[in-house]
């Protein structure tokens, strides 16, 4: 990517609404993994443009790890450097080093996801906990994953038998974005142009919607995370959120 594709990701996530509710639920869970600790050592994977960090700073030592050189660049022009370069199916980590491993939006990209997951479970401590958000259902796969180079999206049962194979005890895992699911089958199936048009435009989030509609979503968006903190969970969503323990 170029630098400029880095500044409109970096500021598409600040005032998206849906990663301002990823946000509120990362910084949820990481608050109540701080409860009994001092300062937690947090890994987050493909650390991207570093969104993460404003939110980890505060709770704990944040180390991040992305395959691309031009991320860890971009984020270092930002002050953050303690990113280093690796593959997510290899983490270039001794054993039992972090309290907290986040994966937003990672396990899609990996062509094997379990081996990933077997690695960050091997580099947690004892005890450590897994954050992690995927997109959910195949039935909504669409030009959308193809901007974003996914390989699968997931449903709860599939998703909690990889992280029980990798030894994984699972905390909460609930579909999110509810409410808008509809409008977004509707979208990608019915709308969604397949052909003669360049990557960014594939994505829904450079999709310009009326202001109104923006306030409706994060209002909705604020009820579901509201209702996800208090481990309530919902039958079906666009995206698929939550946490896993590792115990011995």
Not at 62 to 76: E, F, H, P, R, T
Not at 95 to 108: G, M
Not at 185 to 205: A, G, Q, W, Y
Request: charged content about 25%; glycine content about 4%.
């Amino acid at each position: 990517m170029k630098y400029d594709e880095f500044v409109k990701m970096d500021e598409q996530g600040a005032t998206h609404w849906w990663y301002r509710a990823r946000r509120r639920l990362l910084r949820n869970d990481l608050q109540i993994s701080a409860d009994d600790k001092e300062r937690l050592k947090i890994l987050d994977l493909a650390s991207a443009c570093g969104d993460n960090f404003f939110v980890c700073k505060d709770i704990g030592d944040y180390y991040g790890l992305d395959i691309s050189w031009d991320a860890i660049n971009y984020c270092k022009q930002k002050n953050i450097s303690t990113i280093v370069q690796g593959d997510a199916h290899y983490l270039p980590f001794k054993s039992d080093t972090f309290d907290v491993i986040i994966a937003l939006d990672v396990f899609e990209h990996l062509d094997d996801d379990l081996i990933s997951m077997k690695e960050i479970w091997r580099v947690l401590k004892n005890n450590g906990k897994l954050i992690f958000n995927t997109p959910a259902f195949m039935l909504l796969y669409s030009n959308h994953d193809r901007a974003f180079h996914h390989y699968r999206r997931y449903r709860t049962k599939e998703l909690r038998k990889k992280l029980t194979q990798a030894d994984f005890t699972i905390n909460f895992m609930s579909y999110w974005s509810f409410f808008i699911f509809p409008a977004v089958f509707i979208m990608r199936k019915v709308f969604s142009p397949t052909s003669n048009i360049n990557e960014e435009n594939l994505s829904d989030f450079h999709i310009k919607i009326p202001r109104i509609i923006e306030k409706i979503f994060n209002l909705l968006s604020l009820i579901e995370t509201t209702f996800i903190k208090n481990n309530i969970s919902f039958p079906f969503g666009v995206s698929l959120y939550g946490t896993a323990q590792k115990r011995k």
